[in-house]
Structure formats: C-alpha cells, structure tokens
C-alpha cells in the first residue's frame, strides 16, 4: 500500500499527524493551483484551508483506494466554480440594476442617491472599528482575511462584524423596489 493510501486511511480515522502530512504534501500545488483562477494570494490560501476544512469535516468518507490528489483538485475546482459563479451572478445584478438607473426616471435615481445618504448617516453612527471594519469590506472590496490581517483579527470577527452591520442597516432602512435591490446590492 502506498504511503498516500496509508495516511488516507489513517486520516479517515481522525489521525491528525496524517491530515498535517497531507496538508504539506499538497497545500503548496493547490495554492497554485487557485493563485491561476483568483489572482489573488488571500483569495487563493482561503481557497486551500476550505479544501482541507472540507476533507477534515468528510474524512469518516474518505476512500483509500480512491485518487486522493483527485478528490482534493475537484473539491478546489468546485470552490473556484461557486466563487466566480457567485461573482458572476452579482455582476449580472449590478448590470440589470444599472441598467434600469439609466432606463428609468430621475426619481430612481434620487431614491438610490437617498438610501445612499441614509447609510452614510447610519455608518456615522456605528463604533469606529466597526465603521472601518464594513467599509474596508463593502466599499474597498477587501476579504475577511485581507481584513484581519491588517487589523489583527480573526477572519471569524470580521466576518461577524459585517453581518452585524448588514443587520443593522436592514433594519433601519425602509426603501422600494430599484433603491431596494441597490441597497441590497451594495450590503451583500
């Protein structure tokens, strides 16, 4: 039996000391693997650590006779698939959402300037930290991880801050139709 076969088999046992040996042995080719998709070192470790995360959560299933360098890949494969689908689809929003700004009245348009201007407001309104927390996030396009690792937290706590404020501003904020789906737009 190999020595892959063997830690699998090990791994699918709870046997740490065999994930941390999988984890060396292929953590670096999956990092570049998804470094060829994101572009992005952040996006591309987040990428490694859900792979492992996933194989540590599922390792009761894992199967020893099966390629384990196969399964890994088509776990990254399927998490590079659901991000860009996930970006594609919020850029499919943005467009209709854009495009109906143009297409309709002034009044849309003031109504998105509106809601704008309340979360502003709103935003003054929030503890400092977490002010920069939301904004690095939302408006300068920064992952939890890039967050935390310029403030020196948890990707946990960014993640938790930004929901609180997501939270908060849905329950301050009462809009319709276009200036709703931007509002939507700009907190998800």
């Known amino acids: 039996m190999s020595i892959e076969k063997q830690l699998v088999e090990k791994l699918s046992k709870g046997n740490i000391v065999a994930f941390n040996q999988l984890f060396e042995t ?3 080719r ?25 194989i540590w959560n599922n390792r009761e299933g894992l199967k020893k006779e099966k390629s384990f360098s196969a399964y890994l890949f088509t776990i990254a494969f399927n998490q590079i698939r659901k991000h860009f689908k ?6 499919e929003l943005s467009d209709d959402i854009f495009e109906q700004i143009q297409d309709n009245s002034t009044e849309q348009s003031i109504s998105y300037q509106s809601v704008l201007d309340q979360v502003s407001e709103l935003l003054k309104e929030l503890p400092p930290k977490k002010k920069q927390i939301f904004e690095m996030s939302r408006f300068q396009g920064l992952s939890s991880k890039e967050i935390a690792a310029q403030l020196g937290l ?4 960014i993640d938790n801050q930004v929901s609180e404020v997501i939270h908060y ?20």
């Open 86 to 91: 996930k970006k594609h689809s919020v850029c």
């Open 169 to 188: 501003l849905k329950d301050k904020i009462h809009i319709k139709e276009i200036a709703l789906l931007l509002f939507l737009f700009l907190i998800c």
């Open 26 to 28: 292929y953590s670096s």
């Open 30 to 54: 999956l990092y570049h693997f998804g470094l060829k998709y994101f572009h992005s070192q952040a996006d591309a470790e987040e990428m490694v650590q859900d792979v492992f995360l996933k």
């Open 154 to 157: 948890s990707s946990k706590t």
